[in-house]
């Protein structure tokens, strides 16, 4: 009997132990954890071959909050620098004949990224005969135009080489980012200096002054662009952000005057109209319950909304195309989904441009039905 409950005893403290070394271990963080809290907005993705980049991204990584990804490729004994980087010079090359065919660009190991998390993308990549390393440019050519309204960083590392080129070949893989100011460059002779480098770019850049205002940031997503809308200061966004908070909207809008996009709502919010010569990127309130999206000037009362920053008046064109298209409004952190049309009952309310109500449509010109500027 006493051996039966000695053995029982020596069971019950086995399991005890291997239950407090198991909350141990579940208590326990990741050795290495590059992923962020669900405020980081921020991605570093870079490509090292001697490790100068590498190392380099190791000082960013203790200055700012941000996840991390390596490019690498999928032949890793290629030894780029034999021969005056000669295998290098020839990927190089094959990009520059042929930079919009995928086949032209050198296998990568793949990755797994969700680009809509992040309002920030920071390029770090080695320089190679004045252009950008060809398997950092494998990887934008697959994710650059998913970084279309973001704030794009570019760091380079080079031995002594200008980098003109790089940002070049990142302008062209990235044609919708929106760059920050100045790019880093950082040659052989300064490598040893690269943190105060590091920290005086991140101020030259407002690095934190970005990520601070991403919460003024909201996400338009057209066709099969998503841009980043940088948003104005006041009531009308206050109760458009509001209702964000809620979930996406979603509405139509179509072409006006072949210098915007406009649409209703569905809602109306509050609006402090002034005079206002629009530029291609705004969004303007009008009417108290649409959205106009200017790829052009044009002068009218509106409240403003925000601006499509980053792109040009081609770009912003080509990414909402022609005639009628389905627009959807968020937050990065939108907890539900409403979609939201308008009000699709017909009324009698028809103005003139100058305010002056009508008894019918005109027969030429501009007028305004049911808060909708329409031409004839």
Request: charged share 20%.
């Amino acid at each position: 009997m006493k051996n039966l409950l000695s053995k029982l005893q020596l069971m019950l403290m086995a399991f005890v132990m291997m239950a407090c070394q198991s909350e141990d271990a579940n208590a326990m963080p990741p050795a290495d954890n590059n992923s962020s809290n669900g405020d980081n907005k921020t991605l570093i993705v870079y490509y090292s071959y001697t490790n100068n980049t590498e190392q380099i991204v190791n000082d960013l990584k203790t200055m700012i909050n941000a996840d991390v990804i390596e490019v690498e490729p999928v032949n890793k004994n290629l030894n780029y620098a034999a021969n005056n980087y000669a295998i290098g010079t020839e990927q190089l090359n094959k990009i520059k004949n042929n930079p919009n065919d995928a086949s032209s660009y050198p296998a990568i190991d793949p990755v797994s990224v969700d680009m809509s998390k992040y309002n920030t993308v920071i390029i770090a990549t080695p320089l190679w005969w004045s252009q950008m390393a060809s398997n950092m440019q494998t990887f934008l050519f697959k994710y650059g135009n998913e970084m279309a309204g973001k704030n794009i960083g570019l760091i380079v590392s080079s031995a002594s080489s200008g980098i003109s080129g790089v940002e070049a070949d990142a302008k062209r893989l990235v044609p919708n980012g929106k760059f920050m100011s100045k790019s880093l460059w950082i040659n052989s002779s300064r490598h040893s200096q690269r943190k105060s480098l590091l920290e005086q770019w991140l101020k030259d850049i407002k690095f934190n002054d970005n990520v601070n205002n991403a919460d003024n940031i909201m996400n338009l997503k057209v066709n099969n662009s998503t841009l980043k809308v940088k948003l104005a200061d006041n009531a009308a966004t206050k109760a458009l952000l509001e209702r964000l908070k809620e979930g996406a909207i979603t509405y139509n809008a179509h072409d006006y005057g072949g210098f915007e996009k406009v649409g209703a709502l569905g809602f109306s919010l509050p609006s402090n109209d002034t005079r206002i010569t629009t530029e291609p990127g705004d969004i303007m309130l009008y009417t108290s319950n649409q959205l106009c999206i200017f790829f052009d000037s044009n002068s009218w009362e509106y409240t403003p909304i925000g601006k499509i920053e980053g792109m040009t008046k081609q770009q912003l064109k080509d990414a909402f195309g022609t005639g009628e298209v389905s627009i959807t409004l968020s937050l990065d952190n939108s907890t539900g989904v409403a979609s939201i049309s308008a009000n699709q009952t017909k009324s009698n309310s028809i103005y003139a441009s100058n305010g002056q109500k009508l008894a019918e449509v005109p027969a030429r010109g501009m007028y305004i039905e049911d808060g909708v500027k329409k031409v004839k």
